[in-house]
C-alpha cells in the first residue's frame, strides 16, 4: 500500500514540478523532460532556490536549497519530496 501511495503521490508532485519548470522557462509543461537535470533543462540557480521555495510553501517542508544538486532531476526530487510526505496525505494534494 505504502508503494502505492508513494507513487501516487510522487506522480502528483512530479507534475506540480514540472508545471514550474515549464513556467520559469517559458514553456508548455509537456515539453519538459522531466529525466533531466534541471540544469541541462535551463533553470538556473536563482530559479532553482526560488523552485526549493515553493516546494516547501506548497509542502509545507523545510529543505536545505542544495536539494536541487542532490537530486538533480524532477523525477528525483518528485521521489524525495514524496517520501518526504507520504505519512501525511493531506499535503499530497
Do not use: H, K
Not at 508513494?6 to 522557462?25: E, F, K, M, N, S
Not at 537535470?37 to 509545507?60: H, K, M, Q, R, T
Amino acid at each position: 500500500m505504502r508503494t502505492l501511495v508513494l507513487a501516487q503521490q510522487g506522480a502528483v508532485v512530479a507534475d506540480w514540478i514540472t508545471a514550474r519548470v515549464a513556467d520559469y522557462l517559458g514553456r508548455s509543461p509537456r515539453d519538459i523532460d522531466d529525466t533531466l537535470p534541471l540544469a541541462e533543462l535551463g533553470i538556473d540557480s536563482v530559479a532553482a532556490v526560488n523552485i526549493c521555495g515553493e516546494i516547501e510553501f506548497e509542502w509545507d517542508l523545510e529543505l536545505d536549497m542544495t536539494i536541487v544538486f542532490d537530486y538533480p532531476t524532477i523525477l528525483d526530487l518528485a521521489v524525495f519530496i514524496a517520501d518526504e510526505i507520504a505519512d501525511r496525505p493531506e499535503l499530497a494534494a
